[in-house]
């Protein structure tokens, strides 16, 4: 069990440009999350899915930010025109199907946008 | 919006010492409460969750929680170096609602 792997680790766009990340949770996970930390803000949400479709996504910025699972090995987080507020460390955690199951965190993608 | 306040920012103790941090949740009826752990560089770890109101012990860590005062403390016996990173309490509503998340307590555990 690799647990949940996040690519790229490291990610330096430049403003305006387009950034996507991934994520791979657990297999057998039917619940993905993702989160962005700064030290200002802490861990704030973003979105989820659960068996892939759409549950809540009232943390997401509308109007650049997007998420997709078109399967249940991988999600995607899209953030266009990137700006430098956009850096902070992106994180994507998987859970399984059972009430009251944790969270597995992936150790996150770090974005700098300069 | 379930909101998760945790308290004190920092603590610093001694190797060997207790270490209690604090939560207060806004949700007198959210199922449960869990404690990550955060070590630089890494994501978030699930530690220990606790479903009912009164105390549970795992190790070296106990959690208390009291539904009335919408308080949850976790406490660290004997702490060690390897137990500095930051702690975060995280709230969920419903067994399968997602989990709220305060703002983290760095504990730093001097040698």
């Known amino acids: 069990n690799a647990g949940v792997i996040q690519t790229p680790r490291h990610k330096v766009t430049g403003k305006g440009q387009e950034a996507t990340l991934w994520c791979e949770p657990i297999?057998?996970?039917?619940?993905v999350f993702w989160y962005r930390q700064t030290i200002v803000q802490g861990l704030e949400f973003l979105t989820y899915?659960?068996?892939?479709?759409?549950?809540?996504d009232s943390g997401m910025p509308k109007e650049r930010f997007s998420a997709q699972m078109p399967n249940q090995s991988h999600s995607t987080l899209k953030i266009q025109s990137t700006q430098p507020q956009d850096s902070a460390v992106y994180l994507c955690?998987?859970?399984?199907?059972?009430?009251?199951?944790?969270?597995?965190f992936g150790s996150g993608t770090r974005l700098l946008v300069i | 919006q379930e909101k998760v306040q945790q308290s004190p920012e920092s603590l610093i103790v001694p190797e060997g010492a207790m270490s209690s941090l604090n939560c207060t949740f806004s949700?007198?009826?959210?199922?449960s409460i869990w404690w990550y752990q955060q070590h630089p560089g890494k994501g978030p770890e699930a530690l220990i969750?606790?479903?009912?109101?009164g105390n549970k012990k795992e190790g070296r860590l106990t959690v208390y929680l009291n539904r009335a005062s919408l308080h949850v403390s976790l406490h660290i016996r004997d702490s060690q170096p390897s137990d500095s990173a930051v702690y975060l309490c995280?709230?969920?509503?419903?067994?399968?609602?997602?989990?709220?998340f305060g703002a983290g307590t760095q504990l730093i555990v001097i040698p």
């Open positions: 955690a998987s859970s399984s199907q059972g009430a009251n199951s944790d969270y597995t």
């Open positions: 297999s057998g996970h039917s619940a």
């Open positions: 899915f659960r068996n892939q479709a759409p549950i809540d």
């Open positions: 949700n007198s009826a959210s199922q």
């Open positions: 969750s606790i479903f009912s109101n």
């Open positions: 995280a709230a969920r509503g419903s067994a399968l609602g997602r989990l709220h």
